[in-house]
């Protein structure tokens, strides 16, 4: 079973780039495709995006001005940034292995939005 | 955009069949799949691909979709399976798909 786990700072100031990290262990971020899906207090899961091996990418169309997903292959890692953020981006946000649906999740990590 | 609805909840006693459905237009030409999420936890892919099941998922979970309408059933429903519900479907975009959250559903056993 592929393992990931999320990393970046759990406070953003308003109107600045949230940044995460998800390093994958026991599988290749040079296989499959890795997406990123948020979870605000209490409410339903949402996507995010997620980019191929081969570096293709695919966002919401709600975030997709303001999303970015990179792939650091030497790292085995991938990586989210979301620019200008609010409080409605408050949320725990989650990596996720995709292989016909996504079959291996991060534990997920909050990362609150707040001056 | 496109938007998949499901029930905010359903409520079912040990041993019954629970059935969660999800609508959207056409979902039926669509590819669905379903997460499992229990409290405090990551979600758990339980169907791929309208009606199939990844490894280490009980028989008792299946899927259909037909006629605008998705749907997860959970036979012999256990207290374990208490959890929310997530159907989701792919919708094709620029060679690749983006994916498509419905709002959950909370069963409670």
């Known amino acids: 079973q592929v393992q990931l786990q999320e990393s970046g700072p759990g406070l953003v100031k308003p109107s600045e780039t949230l940044s995460l990290t998800c390093s994958v262990s026991?599988?290749?971020?040079?296989?499959?495709?890795w997406g990123w899906i948020r979870q605000p207090p209490g409410k339903g899961l949402e996507w995010i995006g997620h980019?191929?091996?081969?570096?293709?990418?695919n966002y919401s169309p709600s975030l997709q001005s303001r999303v970015t997903i990179l792939l650091e292959k030497s790292a085995n890692q991938f990586s989210l940034k979301l620019t200008s953020v609010t409080a409605a981006d408050t949320a725990i946000y989650y990596c996720?292995?995709?292989?016909?649906?996504?079959?291996?999740w991060g534990q997920g990590t909050l990362v609150t939005v707040s001056s | 955009s496109y938007v998949l609805a499901q029930p905010p909840s359903v409520s079912v006693a040990p041993g019954e069949t629970a059935r969660i459905t999800c609508g959207g237009d056409?979902?039926?030409?669509?590819?669905v799949f379903w997460y499992q999420q229990k409290a405090g936890q990551a979600p758990v892919l339980v169907i791929h691909?309208?009606?199939d099941r990844p490894s280490g998922i009980p028989e008792r979970f299946s899927g259909s979709n037909a006629a605008n309408t998705a749907a997860l059933t959970i036979s012999t429903v256990e207290a374990g399976d208490e959890a929310d519900y997530y159907c989701?479907?792919?919708?094709?975009?620029?060679?690749?798909?983006?994916?498509?959250f419905g709002g959950g559903t909370k069963l409670t056993v």
């Open positions: 996720a292995r995709g292989e016909d649906g996504y079959r291996d």
């Open positions: 026991g599988g290749s971020v040079s296989d499959d495709y």
């Open positions: 980019i191929y091996h081969s570096g293709r990418t």
């Open positions: 056409n979902i039926e030409s669509k590819s």
């Open positions: 691909h309208d009606n």
């Open positions: 989701v479907v792919w919708d094709l975009s620029d060679g690749g798909h983006i994916e498509v």
